[in-house]
């Protein structure tokens, strides 16, 4: 079992930056893929970000692609998402995962399938 507690939301105006933050508990925490998705209101989840158990492999969504950046620190059982150059279209609940998966195979769900956290607010204004 793996707990996930996402931080780091907030509102902000376009072209601001934000860094979330997820920390895990739980045995064997830095042994599951992590990831990022995002739910924006009345539409379905979205992959947004997903990163490897070493971290040396990451993967981003078409959308956010070189505006944020996923990363990882095992010894401190949390999970980051950078986000520069923010969009109103960014606007979302942001949710921690972790998946028994790939880091490129997450890219393909729909939805977080394996543990996820209660997700953190990002508003962007224009």
């Known amino acids: 079992q793996v707990q996930l507690v996402e931080s780091g939301g907030g509102l902000v105006q376009a072209g601001s930056s934000l860094r979330l933050s997820c920390t895990g508990s739980?045995?064997?925490?830095?042994?599951?893929?992590l990831g990022w998705f995002r739910q924006a209101p009345g539409k379905e989840y979205e992959f947004v970000a997903s990163?490897?158990?070493?971290?040396?492999?990451?993967y981003y969504s078409d959308s956010v692609k070189g505006r944020f950046t996923i990363s990882r620190d095992n010894g401190k059982n949390t999970v980051y998402l950078q986000m520069n150059n923010l969009k109103p279209e960014d606007t979302a609940v942001y949710y921690c995962?972790?998946?028994?998966?790939?880091?490129?195979?997450?890219?393909?769900?729909?939805?977080?399938?394996?543990?996820w956290g209660q997700g953190t607010q990002v508003t962007v204004s224009s």
């Open positions: 995962a972790a998946e028994g998966t790939t880091a490129q195979a997450m890219r393909l769900l729909r939805k977080p399938d394996g543990f």
């Open positions: 739980g045995r064997m925490f830095s042994s599951y893929v």
């Open positions: 990163i490897s158990w070493t971290g040396g492999g990451t």
